[in-house]
């Protein structure tokens, strides 16, 4: 493999560690608040 084909892979397994970092914390935030309970004051 060269330094020309490494580069695409190299992109794109960036993205995609990216795009996990943020579905992680999306994630984590809709488990930390759901369900929602606006009316119990532990809750917020």
Known sequence: MTYDDASPWLARGLYLFGVALMM???ID???????MH???ISWR
Not at 29 to 35: A, G, R, S
């Open 24 to 26: 992680t914390a999306a």
């Open 38 to 40: 606006p009316g119990d």
């Open 29 to 35: 935030l809709l488990t930390t608040v759901w369900p």
